[in-house]
C-alpha cells in the first residue's frame, strides 16, 4: 500500500525520514501495479502496470530469457492461430500489450520464466538473491508484471518462449533458484509443473489407489512417480493417456502400475475402461494433469465416496465439476490446482536427481 505524504512534509521537515523510507514501497501482493479494475490483485486485473523505469523498494526486476506458457493456454492459442507460428507470436504480444501481463483471456491461465536478476529492492536486502542470480519464477505470468522487447523463438512442442523482456516480481513473489546441477531449461520443465508432483507427495499414502488423467504429459508423469513412491508395494497407480505411444513411454519408464488409452472427454467409457484397469474398484486419489476441456466428470466418477480429486489442470471448469460431482451424488474433496505447496520446488526437482530415465526424458524432450 502507498503511503502519501502531505505536500508540506518535504524531507527537511520534521520526523519526515521513516516517512521518506515508506513513500516507495508498494503492496506486498502487488496491488500497486493494477491498472483497471481499481481494488484487485494482480491475478483477476485487466490491466497490470508493466513500465518498469520506476521500481518500488519491494520489488525485484528480471531479465527474462524464456516464457513457459501454461499448457491449457498454449494449446488455445496454437489452435487459434491454426499452428502459424507468427501468428502464435502476434497473440502473444497482443495479450502483453492489453494486459501488461501474459494471461490468457480464454483460459485465464499464464506459466512461468527464467530470467537473471536485474536489480533487488533496497527493503528486500534480506532475500538471498542479488543481481546477477539466475532464478525461475513460482508464481503464474497471470499477476506477473511483464514487458516483451522482442520475442525471438517460439518451441510449440514444449509450449516455451524465447524472449528479450522485463518482469517484476512482488515482495510475495516465489521464486527459486537455478540448479547448478542441471540444464535452465530442464528446470524450467519441472518447476513450470512443480505444484503437482509436490501435492502428490503430500496427498498420497501408503496402501491408495491413484489414477492420474494425463500420465504422458510433464506434470502427469512427475505425479505418477511420485505417486509410486508414496503408495508402496500394497497401492496402485494407474495412468490414462489419450495417444498409444504415449502409454509406451510410460511403460518403458516404469512410473504406472497399468496405462489405459482412453479419451478423457468421454466420461461414460472412460469411467468403464479405469475401473477395469482397477479390478473394478474406484480409486481413492485422481489426479487430473489434462490440457483440454471437459475432462471434469471423468476425474470425479472414478473417485470413491470421500476420495480426493486434485484438478491441476488450468483448463478445468471448476463451476462443472461441483455442479458435476453434486449431479452424481459424489461425496468428494476436491482440490482445486494451486501450484504451489511447501517444497514444491525442491521435491519436484529432486525427482529428476533419483530418476536417471525420467531425467533422460525431460532432457531429451523437454530442453
Known amino acids: 500500500m502507498l503511503v502519501s505524504q502531505d505536500p508540506d512534509e518535504g524531507p527537511d521537515a520534521p520526523g519526515a525520514g521513516p516517512m521518506e523510507d515508506l513513500m516507495t514501497m508498494g503492496c506486498k501482493y502487488g496491488s500497486h501495479r493494477v491498472l483497471e479494475p481499481a481494488g484487485v490483485l494482480p491475478q483477476p486485473a485487466l490491466r497490470l502496470d508493466n513500465d518498469f523505469s520506476t521500481l518500488r523498494d519491494n520489488e525485484i526486476l ?10 491449457a ?37 499464464g506459466g512461468m520464466f527464467i530470467g537473471t536478476v536485474a536489480k533487488v529492492g533496497s527493503a528486500l536486502k534480506d532475500h538471498d538473491l542479488k543481481p546477477g542470480d539466475k ?13 516483451i522487447e522482442k520475442i525471438l523463438k517460439i518451441h510449440p512442442d514444449i509450449d ?7 518482469a517484476v516480481l512482488f515482495e510475495s513473489g516465489l521464486y527459486a533458484k537455478l540448479p547448478a546441477d542441471m540444464d535452465e531449461g530442464l528446470a524450467l520443465a519441472a518447476l513450470d509443473v512443480a505444484g503437482a508432483p509436490a501435492q502428490a507427495a503430500k ?8 489414477l492420474i488423467l494425463g500420465a504422458g504429459g510433464k506434470s502427469g508423469m512427475l505425479v505418477a512417480y511420485e505417486a509410486m513412491k508414496r ?6 497407480v494407474v495412468g490414462n493417456v489419450y495417444l498409444a505411444e504415449d502409454k509406451q513411454t510410460l511403460d518403458d519408464l516404469g512410473v504406472c502400475h497399468t496405462v489405459v488409452v482412453a479419451d478423457a472427454t468421454r466420461p461414460v467409457p472412460f469411467l468403464n475402461a479405469v475401473l477395469e484397469a482397477n479390478h473394478g474398484r474406484e480409486y481413492d486419489i485422481v489426479v487430473n494433469c489434462v490440457n483440454v476441456q471437459n475432462t471434469e466428470m471423468s476425474t470425479i466418477l472414478p473417485c470413491r465416496q470421500e476420495g480426493i480429486v486434485y484438478f491441476f489442470s488450468m483448463a478445468t471448469h471448476f463451476g ?7 449431479g452424481v451424488g459424489k461425496d468428494v474433496t476436491m482440490i482445486v490446482g494451486n501450484g504451489y505447496t511447501k517444497d514444491h520446488a525442491e521435491i519436484t526437482l529432486w ?12 532432457e531429451e524432450r523437454y530442453v
Open 62 to 71: 528480471v531479465d527474462v530469457a524464456a516464457l513457459n506458457i501454461d499448457s
Open 73 to 109: 493456454s498454449f494449446t488455445q492459442i496454437e489452435t487459434e492461430a491454426g499452428h502459424d507460428l507468427a501468428k502464435i507470436e502476434a497473440k502473444i504480444l497482443e495479450i502483453v500489450g492489453q494486459k501488461g501481463k501474459m494471461q490468457n483471456p480464454v483460459t485465464g491461465s
Open 320 to 326: 462443472k465439476a461441483a455442479l458435476g460431482a453434486e
Open 231 to 236: 503408495v508402496g508395494p500394497t497401492g496402485r
Open 135 to 147: 532464478i525461475a519464477s513460482l508464481v503464474s505470468l497471470s499477476l506477473t508484471p511483464l514487458k
Open 351 to 362: 525427482e529428476l536427481r533419483e530418476n536417471p530415465k525420467l531425467r533422460k526424458l525431460f
Open 203 to 210: 496427498l498420497v499414502k501408503p496402501g491408495q489407489s491413484v
Open 160 to 166: 516455451r518462449v524465447e524472449v528479450k523482456a522485463q
